[in-house]
């Protein structure tokens, strides 16, 4: 899709002046070749230092020619909250009030609290970031979001918002990607600034639709040497477009992350919706605390093997 009149042109070798410049307009519009190249982490192999090995792919950072994923039909998954879950909005404003705190994110004029509108069932992004008061450490997240319906949409702008775990570092990507070309690594359902999603499910503007995500965090030793990345493990609309994949590093707009952008942070730490100028929409949002269901567990399994004299 990206490619458009390039990638025949290469494919053929008969590239003409109009697939050049149409090469030319689609690099400003939806990406970049003036970025650092992606690293492609293998991390079951490593050096004899125990450092994971890292290698180069021949892919830029938001790299416009990088294919983007083949469309499948996705369905909306509207699952209700386990028992064991907390429920970080249920439709009202007291909900959101109660759980989340307003944060500067990108340039906001002021901080504020987004919004339920009158007589619905979904809030609005607007002004700054929002941070869950809660932080998190492992977690199962279910989220639904919106971009609202007419709503003009380009590359990156019109329908931008991300997911983000450990309050900002590690992203998967809100945008409209149904009709709306950008770069692979920028699409609804990427790992923003890693990896592209392995399908794109996306429904059209202005329906609903869902993200099932767990999130795994990074793992670092005393010394604050890391020992194992961040996974995600993403489900959008029903449909895996991410399976259990180490993260790079920490992401950011048109940086290159590799094992030495990990530093040891602390573990538990909030969830963060980003308003990115545009009015996404958000409802059904709960998350499981998985960190704190697996000590649970462990205190209950070493309270039986005391029993048992074991």
């Given at each position: 899709m990206l490619?458009?009149?390039?990638?025949i042109?290469?494919a053929?070798?008969?590239?003409?002046?109009?697939?050049?410049?149409?090469?030319?307009?689609v690099?400003?519009?939806?990406?970049?070749?003036?970025?650092?190249?992606?690293?492609?982490?293998?991390?079951?192999?490593?050096?004899?230092?125990?450092?994971?090995?890292?290698?180069?792919?021949?892919?830029?950072?938001?790299?416009?020619?990088?294919?983007?994923?083949?469309?499948?039909?996705?369905?909306?998954?509207?699952?209700?909250?386990?028992?064991?879950?907390?429920?970080?909005?249920?439709?009202?404003?007291?909900?959101?009030?109660?759980?989340?705190?307003?944060?500067?994110?990108?340039?906001?004029?002021?901080?504020?609290?987004?919004?339920?509108?009158?007589?619905?069932?979904y809030?609005?992004?607007?002004?700054?970031?929002?941070?869950t008061?809660?932080?998190?450490?492992?977690?199962?997240?279910?989220?639904?979001?919106?971009?609202?319906?007419?709503?003009?949409?380009?590359?990156?702008?019109?329908a931008n918002?991300g997911?983000?775990?450990?309050?900002?570092?590690?992203?998967?990507?809100?945008?409209?990607?149904h009709?709306?070309?950008?770069y692979?690594d920028?699409?609804?359902?990427?790992?923003?600034?890693?990896?592209?999603?392995?399908v794109?499910?996306?429904?059209?503007?202005?329906?609903w639709?869902?993200?099932?995500?767990?999130?795994?965090?990074?793992?670092?030793?005393?010394?604050?040497?890391?020992?194992?990345?961040?996974y995600?493990?993403?489900?959008?609309?029903?449909?895996?477009v991410?399976?259990?994949?180490?993260?790079?590093?920490?992401?950011?707009?048109?940086?290159?992350?590799?094992?030495?952008?990990?530093?040891k942070?602390?573990?538990?730490?909030?969830?963060?919706?980003?308003?990115?100028?545009?009015?996404?929409?958000?409802?059904?949002?709960?998350?499981?605390?998985i960190?704190?269901?697996?000590?649970?567990?462990?205190?209950?399994?070493?309270?039986?093997?005391?029993?048992?004299?074991?």
């Amino acid at each position: 899709m990206l490619l458009a009149a390039a990638a025949i042109a290469g494919a053929t070798g008969t590239a003409n002046a109009a697939a050049v410049q149409d090469a030319a307009t689609v690099e400003k519009k939806h990406g970049f070749t003036n970025t650092g190249l992606v690293r492609d982490i293998d991390w079951h192999v490593r050096d004899a230092a125990g450092k994971p090995l890292e290698t180069p792919t021949k892919w830029h950072v938001h790299d416009p020619y990088r294919p983007n994923p083949v469309k499948v039909e996705g369905v909306l998954l509207t699952t209700p909250a386990p028992a064991d879950a907390d429920v970080l909005f249920d439709g009202t404003q007291e909900s959101l009030n109660k759980n989340w705190d307003a944060q500067f994110g990108g340039k906001p004029r002021r901080q504020e609290m987004w919004r339920v509108p009158a007589g619905k069932d979904y809030f609005v992004a607007r002004n700054n970031d929002i941070t869950t008061k809660k932080g998190y450490a492992d977690a199962q997240l279910h989220i639904e979001w919106r971009v609202p319906a007419g709503r003009k949409c380009q590359s990156q702008g019109g329908a931008n918002s991300g997911v983000m775990f450990n309050n900002g570092l590690y992203e998967v990507q809100v945008l409209e990607s149904h009709t709306n070309i950008t770069y692979a690594d920028g699409q609804a359902g990427a790992l923003y600034n890693h990896l592209p999603p392995l399908v794109n499910p996306a429904r059209p503007q202005g329906e609903w639709q869902s993200y099932d995500i767990v999130f795994t965090g990074p793992r670092f030793d005393d010394a604050g040497k890391l020992i194992a990345p961040a996974y995600m493990t993403v489900i959008f609309n029903g449909v895996v477009v991410q399976a259990n994949q180490p993260m790079n590093g920490p992401g950011d707009y048109k940086r290159v992350s590799g094992y030495a952008t990990y530093r040891k942070h602390p573990a538990r730490q909030p969830l963060r919706l980003q308003w990115h100028g545009d009015p996404i929409e958000f409802r059904n949002i709960w998350i499981r605390d998985i960190t704190a269901t697996r000590e649970t567990q462990k205190a209950a399994e070493a309270a039986a093997l005391k029993e048992l004299g074991r």
